[in-house]
């Protein structure tokens, strides 16, 4: 038996029972007595038997797997969202399907490896959704969130940290530094991190009447690298940086170290996210946390509800993070 692929039927005929009472044993939700269960599941134990989730999922349309699009690889904030949220659906009883995007729209491409393995929910990252993907989705009644994203009046559920309170506190801790000259490294511009970071900033440097210079980049290491550089080549250095994100943040530190700028004394950098390399010691950079513990768990709590009974439910949750000091200012 152990040569061949053991079947349910295997299963039913050792156990003495009936194939639909196999089936049922392994239907989240099926009426079935103890008894059977126990008869059932020591068979299949004996036999090795495993059920085929995939055949199932053409029965039930849905599996109990938790499609997740991913694009920002290089920033180590995403491998540890993609970890955590892997553990916990674990935890459940739900995979992971890892679907890495080349593009800031999710393409269809992307979307038909989501529908082929019929999966229970979608969680797009660092990505945004076209009317086709969003008509797709809403179709096959996959509930979506978008993480560490929002869209204004999206017909999508959306987790983030709330970017505008987070930044308007770094620019009024800045300024309580003693800083008077600063500047704001952007990330991707089409993005709601990056745009609502330099809203509140902004918001805040007009309020004490201080000018703000701000520079574009692409949320990596690189990007912040380079306009470190470029900004030292002027000669003219702000006392004080916000950086967009941690692993740019941590370009402009290299950056600054490389032309003997001596840190937090000619100049402060505050980032965002709180990766780990952002603790280590070579760092030590003040940046505020983003709360992706209550992230996370926001985010499982709708789709699960969603998986059992699809409303398509719409809102933006914005939850709060908090300020990190440490050397860097």
């Known amino acids: 038996m152990l040569t061949q692929k053991v ?3 295997d299963v039913a005929k050792l156990a003495g029972v009936s194939q639909s009472s196999v089936s049922r044993v392994y239907f989240e939700g099926a009426s079935v007595s103890q008894k059977t269960r126990e008869k059932v599941l020591e068979a299949a134990k004996e036999l090795g038997y495993r059920p085929n989730e995939f055949a199932r999922s053409l029965i039930t349309n849905r599996t109990k797997i938790i499609g997740l699009v991913m694009k920002g690889v290089q ?3 995403y491998p540890e969202v993609l970890k955590q949220f892997t553990s916990e659906f674990k935890k459940i009883g739900y995979s992971i399907l890892f679907v890495h995007t080349n593009n800031d729209e999710i393409q269809k491409d992307d979307i038909d490896i989501l529908l082929n393995y019929h999966v229970a929910a979608v969680i797009i990252t660092d990505a945004t959704l076209s009317l086709n993907a969003m008509e797709e989705f809403k179709d096959n009644k996959i509930p979506v969130v978008l993480f560490n994203r929002k869209i204004e009046k999206s017909s999508f559920y959306s987790v983030c940290c709330n970017n505008l309170n987070a930044s308007e ?5 800045l300024i309580a530094e003693g800083c008077s ?3 704001y490294i952007a990330g991707n511009a089409n993005t709601s991190t990056s745009i609502e970071r330099e809203k509140g900033f902004t918001t805040i440097l007009k309020k004490h009447h201080i000018q703000l210079e701000k520079y574009s980049s692409d949320y990596t290491y690189k990007g912040g690298y380079d306009i470190a550089n470029e900004i030292i080549a002027k000669k003219h250095l702000p006392d004080g940086f916000f950086v967009a994100n941690d692993i740019m943040a941590l370009g402009v530190l290299d950056a600054l170290r490389e032309n003997n700028i001596s840190i937090p004394f000619d100049t402060k950098v505050v980032g965002f996210d709180n990766i780990e ?8 950079l003040t940046t505020w946390e983003q709360p992706i513990d209550k992230m996370i768990a926001e985010t499982m709590a709708y789709l699960i509800k969603e ?5 398509g439910f719409a809102k933006n949750i914005e939850i709060d993070g908090k300020l990190i000091v440490r050397k860097t200012t």
């Open 181 to 183: 000259t600063l500047a």
């Open 75 to 77: 920033n180590p904030f």
């Open 169 to 173: 506190a770094i620019g009024e801790f």
């Open 7 to 9: 079947t349910a039927k």
């Open 307 to 311: 998986i059992e009974h699809y409303t």
């Open 277 to 284: 390399m952002a603790a280590w010691p070579t760092y030590n």
